[in-house]
């Protein structure tokens, strides 16, 4: 199993940075991808960004490209999202999730989800 908890969602001005953070933890004795999904007011969740274990491949949502950056820490079991260029149709809540599988923009191949923190961007 593995518990994820997001971090560093809030208010911000279009054209602002956010930084979300995902820590995980429990006994994650096997590599993991990590997928960041938002669900917008009215709308389906979607796939934000994913990054595969090592952090050596990655993968974006056209609506985001260029703007936003995963990384991750495994030292600190930690993944982040570097939100720039924010735009009001951002406005969502964030999801952070792992999977054993390999990386994907695919929200049915992820295991283990967070809470979700809210990120709202004002024009």
């Known amino acids: 199993q593995v518990q994820v908890v997001e971090s560093g969602g809030g208010l911000v001005q279009a054209g602002g940075s956010l930084r979300l953070s995902c820590a995980a933890s429990g006994r994650a004795y096997f590599p993991y991808a990590v997928g960041w999904f938002r669900r917008a007011p009215g709308k389906e969740r979607e796939a934000v960004a994913a990054i595969n274990w090592s952090g050596s491949n990655t993968d974006y949502a056209d609506s985001v490209k260029g703007r936003f950056t995963i990384s991750r820490d495994n030292a600190l079991n930690m993944v982040y999202l570097q939100m720039n260029s924010l735009k009001p149709e951002d406005t969502a809540i964030y999801y952070c999730?792992?999977?054993?599988?390999?990386?994907?923009?695919?929200?049915?191949?992820?295991?283990?989800w967070g809470q979700g923190t809210q990120v709202t961007v004002s024009s």
């Open positions: 999730a792992a999977t054993r599988r390999s990386l994907s923009l695919n929200q049915f191949a992820y295991e283990f």
